[in-house]
């Protein structure tokens, strides 16, 4: 992560979410169990803010995301965005779907991993948020739906027609985008979009225990892993060969490798300072 920091202080309260820091993890939960976490234009704009602003501090080695009560999120806020978008003109809607695709964008581009806990629901835009986290740990009776198409919109929304097929397949992303049909947690395990499924109640507890995993690891190996993997999906294999030579060759100078090689050869458990 760059060592330079602008004029802007780190945000102190974030009105749409709870965020919460601790050992390198910060846990973001949407917070409107009433409306099973539906988000809304500031949860967005929140999401869109924090995950640009993260990134430059440069003491976050893990992202969690996570739902208060009892599911993920619901998606889109029927009244508050699905009515306020009918009476908005092309601009504005232009500007609101390109700042939920934005979301997409900067957990896929972060310079950490993100780790969605999944309990209950995961529909709509909190299935995609689901989808573009690097690991999704997923309750036995949560469900996904990416039902875009059955209030009238494409299923390629926020990313979600790039990355499904990339993850579970083409044949599975079109059935689950096109139709938008509900997808049970051991479906959704057997087709490859499921990281760890666990019994229910528990998928808090799993992500913060892979979370404090990560944020204990090589947070740099990390980083590149990441960056590598996002890159390398549209790359042919030349490239990606060169790539990963350059990145591999970059990480040979670091602090972490030579601390590998230390604690190898002192027979102790390296001290990884993700540099």
């Not at 599975?172 to 479906?187: V, Y």
Request: aromatic share 6%; net charge negative.
């Amino acid at each position: 992560m760059s060592p330079y920091r602008g004029s802007a202080g780190r945000t102190e309260e974030w009105r749409h979410l709870r965020v919460e820091r601790a050992d390198g993890v910060v846990t973001v939960t949407l917070d409107r169990p009433d409306k099973l976490n539906a988000l809304t234009f500031g949860a967005y704009a929140d999401l869109r803010d924090l995950l640009t602003e993260l990134p430059h501090h440069g003491d976050t080695r893990v992202l969690v995301l996570a739902g208060a009560g009892r599911g993920f999120c619901s998606g889109g806020d029927v009244d508050e965005i699905i009515g306020a978008t009918l009476a908005m003109g092309a601009g504005q809607l232009l500007d609101f779907t390109r700042m939920t695709g934005q979301v997409v964008r900067a957990i896929r581009e972060a310079p950490f991993p993100v780790v969605a806990a999944v309990h209950g629901v995961a529909a709509g835009a909190g299935s995609v948020i689901a989808l573009a986290s690097d690991f999704r740990i997923v309750e036995r009776s949560a469900r996904f739906a990416f039902l875009f198409t059955k209030v009238g919109l494409a299923g390629a929304d926020m990313g979600a027609a790039y990355l499904l097929p990339r993850i579970v397949g083409l044949g599975h992303a079109t059935r689950l985008l096109m139709l938008g049909d509900t997808l049970p947690a051991a479906e959704a395990d057997r087709i490859g979009l499921v990281s760890e499924l666990v019994d229910d109640g528990q998928a808090d507890a799993s992500a913060a225990a892979l979370a404090k995993r990560l944020a204990t690891g090589p947070a740099l190996a990390h980083a590149q892993t990441k960056a590598l993997l996002t890159a390398e999906l549209d790359m042919p294999l030349a490239a990606a060969v060169e790539m990963d030579a350059a990145t591999q060759a970059l990480l040979m100078t670091s602090e972490d490798y030579a601390e590998f090689h230390a604690a190898f050869t002192g027979r102790r458990t390296p001290n990884w300072k993700g540099r």
